[in-house]
Nanobody
Framework: QVQLVESGGGLVQAGGSLRLSCAAS????????MAWYRQAPGKQRELVAS???????NYADSVKGRFTLSRDNAKNTVHLQMNNLKPEDTAVYYC?????????WGQGTQVTVSS
């Protein structure tokens, strides 16, 4: 199995920045994709950003130009740099890893953006 450790969540004011990190460990054969999802209270979980093994990234329209996803393949770690945060970014953020076509989820880290 694969274990995911998330870090970097917290409370910031609108316009501020946070950097989320997710490190994968365990029985890793190959990581096909790493991604961050988020879920706000009363809403469905949505994809925020993803990055594939070949470096292809995808972002939700709501975060384009503000968030940047990067991956350190040697450390099996992904980072989500979140700039110009808005109150609507408030949610629990979950790391998701596709490891050899098996999906793993982090425990979730709270991001709260105050106005």
């Amino acid at each position: 199995q694969v274990q995911l450790v998330e870090s970097g969540g917290g409370l910031v004011q609108a316009g501020g920045s946070l950097r989320l990190s997710c490190a994968a460990s365990g029985s890793i054969v190959t990581i096909n994709r790493m991604a961050w999802y988020r879920q706000a209270p009363g809403k469905q979980r949505e994809l925020v950003a993803s990055i594939t093994n070949d470096g292809r990234t995808n972002y939700a329209d709501s975060v384009k130009g503000r968030f940047t996803l990067s991956r350190d393949n040697a450390k099996n770690t992904v980072h989500l740099q979140m700039n110009n945060l808005k109150p609507e970014d408030t949610a629990v953020y979950y790391c998701n890893v596709n490891e050899n076509y098996r999906l793993y989820w982090g425990q979730g880290t709270q991001v709260t953006v105050s106005s």
